[in-house]
């Protein structure tokens, strides 16, 4: 990483109130712009989040705001209303009010004098949501945006369903994650020593935890469809530089966007990172030099300047070579591929039968299968990603193939379609694709998940008649592999994913004939690369970091634990989120963190499920101010309805300031 400690031009950095059109209302904002003498007007960038810009994401704006004002942008940071130091309460993510400011935001960035007119949008998770849903609402100064880490459908490529299914992971954990961040204060040197309480004590009693909505809408109805862009690519008006990694639960919107949106006005890129922006060097790398590459997307769309980004392949990825199962990779070995049309001339689909004959095959899983699947939002920690799968092949049906006879790379989306029957009339079907060594090891190679109630598609349930067989087909997360030759591949096939997937209330079985079932497989041509001029990248460049103080806990608790009843059957799982833990910021600001989520169940019994999310969150500055929130997120099952229940206290110079709890009951309808 070479840090940049001096730029081309000078930059003031400032902190301004923006109004947004009900007038009464207005966010904060930090602004890193030029000033040098006879400064012309420059283009602006905007970041868009909740996620606190003067603690929690300080760190990481450090790195890119100021090195984009160095090149020429005015970058701009702002709290979304109700979090961080912006005025108003929090709502729902991503709801009418939250893009509504955000494009009030955008107009009144392009207005300023010190701005062109021209706008761009960037962020990662959070932020590259918003702005790709910001983009289709098409406000005219937003030309060009770059998404990381984000989606074009809410409902089954986000945090609370996958596959029509429950994501039991996510849908508790991220739930209870924002329950926490929302209840955060906003800081006593930004908004006033007088204010900061009023608005706290506002912003707490207008909480609803986010579980009670996401549980109340099991199907993929209008509520899902509000900021899904998938519903209209053509909405899009802005250039659009797409970029994912291949251990990144958002990946595929990558190859959606570069399918569906016009080729003079997107890009693709693929890494093999986490949930992370690819310049910060976490596992699994290779870094690259991001900023640049962006800038020269800004640079293309903004100040109209041929930078030759838009002759770069529609689509670079990075292609895996064959790795040893691990739970983090420093570097993963592969090499870059460019296409230039998506679904590429140089994929074909190679369709395998998973066996011969006619005998049927019984699909039993133990409720605890999925243990093993490895954190759903891979942040580059040590125990993020799967390890050796051949404890979670044994708790399925597995379909191996010979060893193979030549290298095969795969590039897309793999699918299996099975032949099946269930005994019960809602169950759930995973398939995970397996690099199987010589000496037994299983490298997860990638995977999905159906929920055979919508089988027939994600806004409607349709339940299972037992006693009768059906095809169903369904798609696999996207990766780029290479299986190597005297290597085997393995489809497992299982009934259970937990925690991934929240169990049907239930215990049943799948019967699956394997004959009539198969996995496709996007075979790429590696002969395609001939002649194509080698992809690269710059190495890795920032701002200089600001200098953050972390503090090691005490005692660390692992990042995740198993552990197993044997008496009772009970399978725990254990997680330290690992977000950031304690850390001291320049003006004196301690922020402590602390998380844990807990996964518990019975391996005979799917009614057993439950899942817990615990924070504490203080924030002290000297003897001037101590804020503190703690809160808890439970959530379990009968055979009918979901049970949530939730509580946070909230608490300045150790006197509780608001305490809140809420219990809610929603009926299981295609859950």
Request: glycine share 8%; aromatic share 10%; hydrophobic share 35%.
């Amino acid at each position: 990483m070479h840090y940049r400690e001096h730029f081309d031009r000078q930059v003031v950095v400032e902190d301004v109130w923006i109004p947004t059109r009900d007038a009464r209302t207005h966010l904060h904002a930090r602004i890193w712009r030029p000033t040098d003498a006879g400064t012309a007007p420059v283009p602006a960038l905007l970041e868009y989040l909740p996620y606190r810009k003067t603690d929690w994401t300080a760190p990481r704006d450090a790195q890119r705001h100021p090195w984009y004002a160095g090149h020429g942008y005015a970058s701009v940071r702002v709290d979304i209303r109700g979090h961080g130091d912006s005025e108003g309460t929090p709502g729902d993510e991503y709801d009418a009010q939250e893009l509504s400011d955000g494009v009030d935001v955008v107009n009144w960035l392009a207005e300023q004098p010190w701005c062109t007119g021209k706008v761009g949008m960037f962020g990662i998770s959070w932020g590259g949501f918003n702005a790709l849903q910001i983009a289709a609402l098409a406000p005219e100064p937003l030309k060009a945006i770059v998404t990381v880490c984000s989606t074009d459908d809410r409902y089954d490529n986000d945090v609370h369903y996958t596959g029509g299914a429950v994501l039991g992971v996510d849908m508790l954990a991220w739930a209870g994650t924002m329950l926490a961040f929302a209840s955060r204060p906003p800081d006593p040197t930004s908004v006033g020593e007088d204010r900061w309480l009023p608005m706290w004590r506002d912003r707490l009693e207008a909480l609803e935890p986010f579980l009670h909505t996401w549980l109340a809408h099991q199907q993929r109805d209008d509520y899902w469809r509000h900021g899904s862009v998938c519903e209209d690519y053509s909405a899009i008006g802005a250039a659009v530089l797409a970029v994912g990694g291949w251990n990144d639960p958002y990946r595929d919107t990558v190859l959606r966007l570069v399918e569906h949106l016009p080729d003079d006005r997107v890009r693709g890129l693929v890494g093999p990172w986490s949930h992370q922006y690819p310049d910060r060097g976490l596992p699994p790398g290779p870094a690259i030099g991001f900023l640049q590459e962006t800038l020269r997307w800004w640079d293309q769309h903004l100040k109209d300047e041929d930078t030759g980004i838009m002759r770069e392949p529609l689509l670079r990825a990075w292609l895996n070579d064959p790795v040893p199962p691990a739970t983090s990779y420093e570097v993963m070995p592969g090499r870059w591929v460019g296409e230039d049309d998506w679904p590429s001339p140089a994929v074909r689909w190679d369709e395998r039968p998973l066996g011969q004959g006619v005998t049927p095959v019984l699909v039993r899983s133990p409720q605890h299968t999925g243990l093993d699947a490895g954190r759903f939002f891979p942040f580059g920690n040590a125990s993020d990603l799967p390890p050796d799968q051949r404890e979670e092949d044994g708790r399925s049906v597995c379909f191996d193939s010979e060893p193979l006879d030549e290298r095969v790379e795969i590039l897309g989306r793999p699918r299996v379609r099975l032949r099946l029957d269930s005994a019960t009339p809602r169950a759930h079907v995973i398939a995970r694709i397996c690099d199987v060594a010589p000496d037994g090891s299983s490298t997860l190679v990638t995977r999905g998940v159906l929920n055979l109630l919508s089988r027939h598609g994600r806004d409607r349930a349709v339940e299972w008649t037992p006693g009768t067989y059906e095809a169903v087909e369904f798609e696999l997360n996207g990766v780029g592999y290479a299986f190597p030759p005297g290597h085997r591949l393995r489809v497992a096939v299982s009934d259970a994913y937990w925690p991934w997937v929240w169990p049907h209330g239930e215990r049943g079985e799948l019967t699956v004939l394997p004959a009539e079932s198969a996995v496709l497989l996007p075979v790429r041509d590696p002969a395609s690369d001939e002649g194509r001029a080698p992809i690269r990248f710059e190495e890795p460049e920032q701002a200089v970091p600001l200098a953050v103080e972390h503090e090691r806990a005490v005692g660390p608790r692992p990042e995740r634990l198993v552990t197993h009843d044997v008496a009772e059957g009970e399978w725990t799982l254990e997680v330290d989120p690992h977000y950031g833990g304690s850390r001291v910021y320049p003006d004196g600001l301690r922020y402590d963190e602390s998380a844990r989520e807990t996964y518990r169940i019975r391996s005979d019994d799917p009614l057993s499920a439950r899942a817990v999310s615990e924070w504490a969150i203080r924030l002290r500055r000297g003897d001037d101010w101590d804020a503190e929130i703690i809160t808890r997120t439970e959530l379990r099952a009968t055979a009918t309805e979901f049970i949530m229940d939730s509580r946070m206290e909230a608490r300045t110079d150790g006197e509780t300031v608001v305490e809140r709890a809420w219990h809610r009951t929603t009926p299981r309808t295609s859950a």
